[in-house]
């Protein structure tokens, strides 16, 4: 990478820095992604997320490891049926990896300039388990499912800057243990914990569309649709199940990352486009009135496109004097759009409509799209009938939106004084439904 590339590599990093610092993330490491001679590379980039403040929750997995040990277990859709002798085969197998992977967080940071860094990691009782029962007529004996998180014993363990292990094993009050479905586990954890993120690790490097492209972003309703397809591995259906799980029980993001992919999970973090799947409910709760505080990051959003022509050009005086008129649209706590409503009566001129251009054609996102819909729901609560906009680049757009070429002379008076007749921006006008 020349000097040039990795400057600018880096700056675009430095957003996801901060925005990540102090951020929950419970990471799913099955027992497929153990397997892989990749593992010593994720395990230091998790490392290298937990010495930039990310507090992390990894929860490993065992299956693969434990198939090859316990050979004749029966399953029930999917499911191990646990007896007595096998529950110490899983604690054994879970021992071992638990230990394996204590070593690799003990390397820290190898041949880096942090290389020395101390981590320690916590395992312990944090899950009480129940059984899951008889289904279907059979017992399952020592399989189990979640029944209470100890949440304020792990965010103990987060608080003190350690990593978190929880191997698929939860323990009932009588004193047994019982074998659990990691993907399950990790999802219950981030619920439990009101995680930030929940990241599995699979086979596949994201999800395809239809047409065999990457789908940067999905909501758990897409998910569902995914999961009808037979094509998929049982570990990629029970990931995809618990970050359905996860974002639906209100953990923000779910991010599917390749285990095979050295560095996936840097990439998925730490830029804008990413290159796995990320999961979240609609965009709407992300936008929100902006704040004085978000003055500088506008700038970055818009001054691109004051240079193209596409918005016209504000000071950053004028914008800190008129910030109550401004929206921000947030992904991960960093902004990536804006746009202001500016009354003239019961008009409203909709100005400076703006997304950033690494997230302009996210698939799934459609930042542009909840901005407006998001203006349009507050200017309907003012009580405001109409609005209007002036683009000289985006009348499609906006046309698609429901906007409706019109003339300037249908501006308000004021307005068609201002009206900059070199730009010869499109007037655009919408009548709002009442709700
Ligand atoms: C216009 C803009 C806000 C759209 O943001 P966005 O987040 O990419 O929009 P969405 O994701 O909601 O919609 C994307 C769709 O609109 C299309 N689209 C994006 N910009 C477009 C434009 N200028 N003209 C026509 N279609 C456009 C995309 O191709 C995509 O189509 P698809 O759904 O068929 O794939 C963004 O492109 C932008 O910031 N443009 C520069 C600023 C500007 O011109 N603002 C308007 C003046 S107020």
């Known amino acids: 990478m020349d000097t040039h590339a990795y400057a600018r590599w880096f700056r675009d990093s430095t957003p996801y820095i901060s925005a990540h610092r102090r951020k929950t993330f419970v990471v799913l490491l099955g027992a497929d992604a153990i397997a892989r001679a990749n593992l010593t590379n994720i395990v230091h980039d998790l490392a290298l997320l937990q010495t930039l403040g990310v507090r992390l929750v990894v929860v490993h997995g065992c299956r693969e490891q434990l198939d090859a040990d316990v050979a004749g277990s029966t399953f029930v859709s999917g499911r191990r049926v646990t ?41 312990g009782n944090f899950i009480t388990a129940k059984p899951i029962g008889v289904i279907d007529g059979v017992d399952h004996l020592f399989t189990g499912k ?11 363990v987060l608080e003190n800057g350690a990593v978190a292990l929880l191997s698929p094993l939860g323990y009932s009050a009588s004193g047994q243990v019982f074998n659990l479905a990691a993907a399950e586990l990790a999802a219950e954890v981030a619920i439990a914990l009101e995680a930030d993120k929940l990241i599995t690790f ?63 999970l840097l990439a998925e ?24 505080r978000d003055v500088a990051a506008i700038v970055e959003v818009i001054r691109p496109m004051e240079e193209t022509g ?26 990536v759009g804006t746009c202001a409503l500016y009354p003239h009566g019961e008009v409203a001129e909709l100005a400076c409509v703006a997304v950033k251009e690494s997230f302009q054609k996210q698939s799934g996102l459609k930042v542009g799209t909840h901005l ?39 501006l308000p008076a004021e307005k068609q004084k201002l009206y900059n007749l070199q730009r010869k921006s499109k007037v655009l006008f919408k009548t709002l439904e009442p709700s």
Not at 238 to 261: E, K, M, N, T, Y
Not at 269 to 292: D, H, I
Request: proline share 2%; aromatic share 4%; net charge neutral.
């Open 269 to 292: 973090l730490f830029t804008a486009a990413g290159v796995g799947t990320q999961v979240s409910e609609e965009l709407r709760g992300m936008v929100r009135k902006a704040k004085n």
């Open 202 to 264: 699979d086979e596949l490097p994201h999800l395809s569309d239809a047409a065999g492209q990457r789908r940067s972003g999905i909501d758990p309703g897409g998910l569902d649709a995914c999961l009808a397809d037979r094509n998929l591995s049982d570990n990629t259906a029970a990931h995809l199940r618990a970050l359905g799980r996860a974002v639906r029980g209100g953990v923000s993001r779910g991010h599917l990352v390749s285990f095979i992919d050295d560095g996936a």
């Open 83 to 123: 007896d007595e002798a096998t529950m110490d085969h899983i604690a054994a197998v879970n021992g071992l990896l638990r230990s394996r992977i204590e070593a690799l967080f003990s390397m820290g940071l190898p041949a880096t300039p942090m290389h020395g860094t101390d981590i320690t990691v916590v395992a």
């Open 372 to 410: 407006v819909s998001e203006a349009e729901r507050m200017a309907k609560e003012r009580g405001l009938k109409r609005l209007f906009v002036l683009t000289t680049q985006a009348h499609h757009w906006f046309e698609r939106l429901g906007y409706v070429p019109a003339s300037v002379d249908d």
């Open 146 to 156: 979640v029944r209470k998180v100890r949440t304020s014993q792990l965010r103990a």
């Open 310 to 335: 596409a918005l016209v050009r504000r000071s950053r005086d004028r914008l800190e004097a008129e910030i109550d008129h401004f929206f921000v649209a947030e992904v991960d706590g960093i902004v």
